[in-house]
């Protein structure tokens, strides 16, 4: 779960709107003045609960839409969502449609992030079983997503701070326009929200993963569309943020598309042949990271393209 540094949070809601910090005081009946809001905003002094929910609520934002998770009134519910997370990740979809039919008794009525939830789990599960198709389970994502952002149409989608629940729909519609082929509306969500994240309202870490994951889809959109030098800039900016904060994560995915797109260079004598050592050395790291952290599918990736590109050059266990 990240956490939120709520100075940034004001800052990027108010400047989403339009609204300038002297309106914003004016609009909360002068709960602070337009300078005590600019060190709030940039961390210069702690920001009190009840003002930041108060400036919150001039800007029209959901009281119910809060930075944590679904509101239950027992704890079986929180079980349940995890229980029903793993049955998804088996793919036991019928017995995850029992438990988010039995997780509705446990919910506090009338939440908005309840509804949300229930709306992204409902057509996942429907997606899943074929049920409906692509185009319908988008649509559906992009309603759950309405729920604790009403005004979503209107908005700058890159100046909005959204919670982790909201991410993760975001994240769920990115796989879909992947699945789809929407590359074009695959490559402006991933920009739009790599744009957002370097806002950085959240800590570090979730930051990292977050960027990063911007990073290695923007790679592979680049490789797709045989735009090396693009793909290679991403891939080159995601391993340098990696090693900055001395983490692993899911950088074996950069490493093989820089080497993928520094071969594909050197095939089309944009590159010098000589690259080919650093494209091997970038795939035996890619190969092993990915062994280290269980990863077979993306080993299994590495090793065939070793034995078609290196095969007498490069042994792999």
Known sequence: MAVYRIGNILRMKREALGITREKLCEMSEEICSPQTLYRMENGKVKVKKEIFWRLMECMDELPERNYASIMVSDYRALQLKTEIQAHIFHKEYIEAEIKVDEIKQYMENNYVRNNQYLQEMSSKLAYYKQQIYEEEHIENLWKALRY?????????????????????????????????????????????????????????????????????????IMSMTYQHEKSIGYCN???????????????????????????????????????????????????YMSVAQNMEYRAGRIKRLCVQNYSDEINLL
Not at 237 to 266: P, S, T, V
Request: glycine share 2%; charged share 30%; aromatic share 12%.
């Open 148 to 220: 604790t952002i009403p005004n979503l149409d209107k908005i700058n989608f890159e100046e909005w701070p959204y919670n982790c629940e909201e991410f993760e729909i975001l994240i769920a519609i990115l796989s879909m326009y992947h699945t789809t082929n929407k590359i074009e509306s695959e490559e402006k969500l991933f920009l739009q929200i790599k744009k957002n994240i370097e806002k950085k309202y959240v800590d570090e870490d979730y930051y990292v993963s977050r960027h990063t994951l911007c990073l290695v889809g923007l790679s592979q």
């Open 237 to 287: 900016e995601g391993i340098a943020e990696f090693k900055n904060q001395r983490i692993l994560g899911i950088i074996y995915d950069l490493l093989f598309d820089l080497a993928w797109n520094k071969e594909k260079m050197i095939q089309k004598e944009i590159l010098e042949k000589e690259e080919r050592e650093s494209c091997k050395k970038l795939l035996v790291q890619a190969y």
